[in-house]
């Protein structure tokens, strides 16, 4: 094996930042350098796939890139230092460039250049900083996979991030200017400690002997932006019996504030060993801590904010915009696999949506985010609904009731290891701020423990008073709850606030409490059971009519509708009232009622309407998404209603002739528009099929007549 010349190595850098050509044929490196010349960026990615594909490619260079990472990033950053164009572009100076001219007038000035202290090192000059990545072609390796054998390379790891500091200044290059003989002094710094100088070396203070007294000068200094974090292994990548490893990541300059705590991400990086200090140092001895120097982020899952649809996806989310059974289709897509559940699901699908925040002038929230408890029998899916709702959303926590306290779910005062304050230790719903946290078992909690959630859901903050540390922590999150009713399975011969078990004030946060019922009926299960026995056979859902759509395209179109803030307009001002205060007189005649209807049943009305409005990217709310709203309010007790009727002895036909007839009366008229009547009778949990079967009969017995062509219906006055 022959010595590698670090000069030839740097060549070899130069000759493929020069003449690397991307797929256009243009020079992708000296572009972005011309860039950074302009000052319009700092930082400089050398992607290993490019070096891959360089026409002139030495494997041997490749690898010693990949073993020896460090040393390389050095390497190429002299190399930019030597091909880095001249501006093309003003820009205004800041103390850096100030700074530098005058130090270069200095130094042509400065006779005693000789002097190795005074060598203005070549990084203070650099406005940049390089970071070589890793291919994106591979598997990640999970923390336990890197070994001592990785020391030194280029490793690429997927995790979750538990923690992360504040961002904090690290000294690159320390400048020191001297009291007597007024030279500035310059210091390297590349471990995390370093012992500052004291007495000025250079040349003319010791002929003098004069001991010159050394001033740290900050301005003049050199300082990076640094942030520690704690990334731990995924829960897939454990294996039996073991607990999830971590590791400690350093980022710096442009890296920092890239992630955040509860983000799934892969790393690549650089594994190195960083001795121990301090008193930690006796105690550990000979052996070394490791971690891991951060040379490139990738987030599996983006925010809604940041993502931006690539353009075969801007196109897929134009044509389903224009589809007329978009809502059924987004909805369907959600757990295919799971079998019925239509309205859960479209109840899910506008919880990923939400509606949007209403700020007032005074200061005062009006909360957008859609909050739903899923309550029913054993068996009916609601897990796996949760488990596939926190796939699909960009941030989501998923909690179970007995698993977690009450500080697990707000917020936790802890003492830092580093520093040895006490901080604060974000739970569940502050870690799933701005995304939905999933409480399974949320009727076996504590009493105490699901206090806590109830400021969270209206307020969206979580106020803290412990340990000397008084504040307010933002916890903007949808609560997707699944609880059992009261006796384990939901007992028909009780109300429904005795099977329900949870308070007024908790049960009125929730936007929509869908009380799901498993009944014994023929037909649906033999349907179910096919399904059921389909999936397991076949590993996919039965055809759906249509495909659905992947959780990555529903993310893309999610984040397309959430850029809409609906508006109710002025004509739909009193249908909302008349049809709030119609559920207020309902509930108020009913002996056992099945909800708890307050005002902020009326603001869970705009909120879903909003919600659907968005879906059609509309910046107006319409009178259909009011009435897909009420609607939605109405099935989630579908269960229920149809079980009462079966009581009061009515069948379905006879209920719907009921139904028109009182809302005609209501509205004083005799004709009734077919559109008008299937919106009153799907509000109670009719189908359409119904309706016409009913129009049908009482037509025969001269009730009404109906009109051939449209369906209105005109009562014959008796």
């Avoid at 599996?300 to 224009?322: C, M, N, T, V």
């Avoid at 701020?433 to 909690?445: L, P, R, S, Y």
């Avoid at 049809?579 to 108020?588: D, I, L």
């Amino acid at each position: 094996m022959k010595p590698v010349r670090f000069e030839e190595e740097k060549n070899l850098a130069k000759d493929f930042l020069s003449n690397f050509a991307d797929a256009n044929g243009e020079s992708k490196y000296m572009n972005i350098l011309q860039d950074v010349a302009n000052h319009k960026f700092r930082a400089v990615q050398i992607d290993l796939e490019d070096l891959i594909n360089y026409k002139d490619l030495d494997e041997e260079f490749l690898r010693r890139v990949t073993e020896n990472t460090r040393r390389y990033v050095g390497i190429f950053a002299d190399a930019i230092d030597e091909v880095l164009p001249k501006p093309t572009e003003a820009f205004p100076d800041d103390d850096h460039d100030i700074l530098m001219t005058q130090r270069s007038e200095d130094a042509t000035e400065n006779v005693e250049g000789s002097d190795a202290n005074q060598k203005m090192p070549s990084e203070i000059k650099r406005y940049f900083e390089v970071y070589i990545r890793a291919p994106s072609k591979g598997r990640p390796f999970t923390i336990r996979e890197v070994k001592a054998s990785n020391i030194g390379q280029l490793v690429k790891i997927s995790g979750i991030v538990t923690r992360c500091s504040d961002v904090k200044p690290l000294m690159q290059v320390a400048v020191y200017t001297c009291e007597e003989c007024g030279f500035e002094i310059y210091q390297e710094v590349t471990a995390r400690v370093f012992m500052p100088l004291f007495e000025c070396p250079t040349k003319r203070c010791k002929t003098n002997n004069t001991k010159g007294n050394l001033i740290l000068q900050l301005r003049a200094s050199k300082f990076l932006k640094f942030q520690e974090a704690k990334i731990q292994e995924l829960a897939e990548h454990v294996p039996k019996g073991h607990i999830p490893r971590s590791m400690t990541v350093h980022f710096r300059g442009e890296l920092t504030r890239k992630v955040a705590p509860g983000d799934v991400v892969e790393l690549s990086g650089i594994f190195l060993p960083i001795p121990y200090t301090g008193f930690r140092a006796m105690r550990a001895g000979l052996v070394a801590d490791t971690f891991l120097e951060a040379m490139s982020v990738t987030h599996f899952k983006k925010k809604y904010e940041e993502y931006e649809p690539r353009g075969d996806e801007e196109k897929q989310i134009a044509s389903l915009a224009e589809d007329g059974d978009i809502y059924n289709k987004l909805a369907q897509s959600l757990a295919p696999e799971i079998y019925g559940h239509e309205d859960i699901k479209k109840a899910l699908l506008l919880l990923l949506v939400g509606a949007p925040h209403r700020k007032l002038k005074d200061g005062m929230k009006i909360r957008g985010d859609l909050h739903l408890c899923l309550m029913g029998d054993p068996g009916v899916a609601k897990s796996q609904l949760l488990k596939h709702i926190i796939n699909v959303a960009p941030r989501g926590v998923y909690t179970t009731g007995k698993g977690s306290s009450g500080v697990g779910l707000t917020a936790a005062v802890q003492k830092d290891p580093v520093t040895n304050e006490m901080v604060l230790e974000g739970g569940a719903l502050v870690l799933a701020d701005m995304g939905i946290c999933a409480i399974d078992e949320f009727d076996k909690m504590d009493e105490s423990d699901r206090t806590a959630i109830h400021e969270v859901m209206e307020q969206q903050t979580v106020s803290i008073a412990k340990a000397g540390i008084t504040t307010s922590l933002n916890a903007r999150t949808a609560v997707l709850a699944a609880a059992n009713p009261a006796w384990g399975r939901y007992d028909l011969r009780r109300t429904p606030a005795e099977n329900i078990n949870l308070p007024p004030a908790l049960l009125s946060r929730f936007d929509l409490l869908w009380l799901i019922l498993d009944r014994a009926d023929m037909d649906s299960d033999l349907e179910m059971a096919r399904h059921v026995v389909y999936v397991h056979q076949n590993k996919e859902s039965p055809a759906l009519g249509f495909t659905p759509l992947e959780p990555s395209i529903l993310r893309a179109y999610i984040s397309t509708a959430r850029r809409f803030s609906p508006y109710v307009p002025k004509e739909l001002e009193e249908y909302i009232a008349t049809a709030y205060s119609g559920m207020r007189q309902e509930e108020a005649k009913s002996n056992t009622p099945h909800s708890y209807t307050t005002v902020r049943t009326l603001l869970s009305i705009l909120r879903i309407s909003a919600a659907l409005a968005r879906l059609r990217f509309s910046e107006s709310v319409a009178q259909s998404d009011v009435d897909e709203a009420l609607r939605l309010m109405q099935m989630s007790k579908f269960s229920l209603y149809s079980d009462d009727r079966q009581r009061s002895g009515l069948d379905a036909i006879s209920d719907i002739y009921s139904i028109l007839r009182d809302e005609a009366a209501r509205a004083n008229k005799m004709d009734v528009s077919y559109a008008h009547a299937l919106n009153w009778i799907s509000r109670k949990g009719y189908s359409e099929a119904q309706l016409k079967e009913c129009l049908e009969e009482y037509a025969s017995l001269n009730v009404w007549q109906i009109h051939p062509h449209t369906f209105d219906i005109r009562f014959i006055d008796a």
